[in-house]
């Protein structure tokens, strides 16, 4: 029983570097959410999807991207990361629009 | 557009003590109110939600909230506090579905610390 993995689960980059987080969930749940957490702002949404080759922006989308191909999958990239994007990233899953998302244990990224 | 506001980023009790965190909410249709815990290192779990049922709602570990429209709060709860309730908890917010896919507006979290 995976459930949801993510990975790496730390990642240490440079300044103009693209980067890719992965997110793999064995559930068949249809939605996948991307948030990142950072001190005095909770959890903030990035991207959302709502089943494969469905995305769309959540609140703070810029500098990333998103993919969808297979259901099970929804890797985030930062195209070129800057250190504003050090930051604690969390990928989560649900079976359906309102249902308890379940998250993956984080991936701590810091741009140097 | 929907908000949490979580009253104290850090609350301290001494084990045994009754647990309170706050939280309010707004939202302009009906909320799906959750709970979440994050233990150092590690995810969000879920502690409880509300989903329009009962207004008292029960989760694990011996936590509960109470939903009041009225007062537009989330309050979480818990008799007697435990050394393993230490975390940091979150607070969030869903429309329930439609057009936003349920997508969760989160509070800024509430450090607990329990001294023994």
């Known amino acids: 029983d995976a459930g949801i993995t993510q990975s790496p689960r730390y990642k240490i980059t440079e300044t103009g570097r693209q980067v890719t987080l992965m997110c793999h969930q064995t559930?068949?749940?249809?939605?996948m959410f991307w948030y990142r957490q950072d001190l005095g702002h909770g959890l903030r949404l990035i991207y959302y999807?709502?089943?494969?080759?469905?995305?769309d922006k959540g609140e703070v989308p810029d500098g990333y991207v998103v993919s969808r191909s297979k259901t099970e999958n929804f890797p985030l990239t930062l195209e070129s990361a800057t250190r504003s994007q050090t930051s604690v990233y969390f990928c989560?899953?649900?079976?359906?629009?309102?249902?308890?998302?379940?998250f993956g244990p984080g991936t701590r990224l810091l741009v140097l | 557009a929907q908000s949490v506001t979580q009253l104290g980023s850090h609350v301290s009790v001494s084990e045994g003590a009754l647990v309170l965190l706050r939280c309010n909410y707004s939202?302009?249709?009906?909320?799906?109110l959750f709970w979440y815990v994050q233990y150092p290192n590690q995810g969000l779990q879920l502690l409880l939600k509300?989903?329009?049922?009962?207004?008292l709602v029960k989760g694990i570990n011996g936590f509960e909230a109470e939903f009041k429209k009225s007062e537009t709060s989330f309050h979480l709860t818990k008799p007697s506090a435990h050394m393993s309730d230490a975390a940091e908890y979150f607070c969030?917010?869903?429309?329930?579905?439609?057009?936003?896919?349920?997508?969760?507006?989160f509070g800024q979290g509430t450090i607990l610390t329990v001294h023994p």
């Open positions: 989560a899953s649900s079976e359906q629009a309102g249902k308890t998302q379940y």
């Open positions: 559930w068949s749940h249809s939605y």
């Open positions: 999807s709502a089943a494969a080759d469905i995305t």
């Open positions: 939202s302009s249709v009906p909320p799906y």
């Open positions: 509300y989903t329009s049922a009962a207004t």
């Open positions: 969030a917010v869903s429309d329930g579905g439609g057009t936003s896919y349920g997508k969760l507006t």
